[in-house]
């Protein structure tokens, strides 16, 4: 039986060790985001707000409730393109990536407990909002691969309609040298409307060679 693994880092380069990557190359032998997550013994993917993956022969790792890429098929006879609530696929690849939680704001503090290095959002597949998450594909540099770096999404500002977050990176003085990109899994789902309903955030963050700021929307999973 198959086991989730932690992101290998020969396709994008998971936080907190890395591997140098190509933009062109990165993610091909994966095709899908998904939520990993055990249910009644049996593992499921949820693969987007109203869709569920029941894989064959993966064995689920108790209490883990993790985003992942996942490489499947579908072995039920509903075609390609159905939108049935619940397909039976065949996994041949999973990866966990660094899945967290948005920290509170520290005010003149952030920098000092959540660092001040610059950061980039990559705009693919891989950034996206969806099933409650705020997936970010980022790219930071470094050069000592025994340097450990951090990254966090501090909450400045969420309620009424009005959420407000800003990503911050600790590079532990290793902020130079070559580009390495990154995929983290943000779970806002403590922010979910009563109705189910997206929410449209504003994340800011310090590049390379300006501030930035940009709007995602994250939906929600059907319940």
Not at 56 to 65: A, E, N, Y
Not at 149 to 162: E, F, N, P, R, T
Request: charge should be negative; include cysteine; aromatic fraction near 10%.
């Amino acid at each position: 039986m198959k086991n989730i693994k932690a992101f290998a880092l020969t396709l994008v380069c998971a936080l907190l060790t890395f591997s140098a990557c190509n933009h062109k190359d990165s993610a091909k032998a994966y095709t899908a985001l998904v939520t990993y997550e055990a249910e009644n013994g049996n593992a499921r993917l949820q693969l987007n707000d109203s869709t569920v993956l029941i894989p064959s022969g993966l064995k689920p790792d108790k209490d883990t409730v993790v985003r992942a890429l996942v490489n499947f098929s579908f072995t039920d006879d509903l075609g390609e393109n159905s939108t049935a609530p619940v397909r039976n696929v065949e996994v041949y690849d999973i990866a966990s990536i660094l899945t967290k939680k948005p920290v509170e704001d520290l005010g003149i503090d952030n920098g000092i407990n959540y660092g001040d290095d610059p950061i980039e959002i990559i705009e693919d597949w891989l950034t996206i909002g969806e099933d409650g998450y705020l997936n970010l594909r980022f790219s930071i540099q470094r050069s000592n691969p025994s340097v450990a770096h951090g990254i966090a999404l501090v909450k400045i500002s969420a309620g009424s309609g009005d959420y407000v977050f800003e990503l911050r990176h600790n590079a532990n003085g290793d902020g130079y040298g070559n580009f390495y990109d990154g995929v983290v899994a943000f779970d806002l789902n403590e922010f979910r409307p009563s109705d189910g309903s997206p929410i449209n955030v504003k994340i800011k963050w310090k590049g390379y060679e300006r501030q930035k700021e940009d709007f995602i929307k994250v939906t929600f999973r059907k319940q």
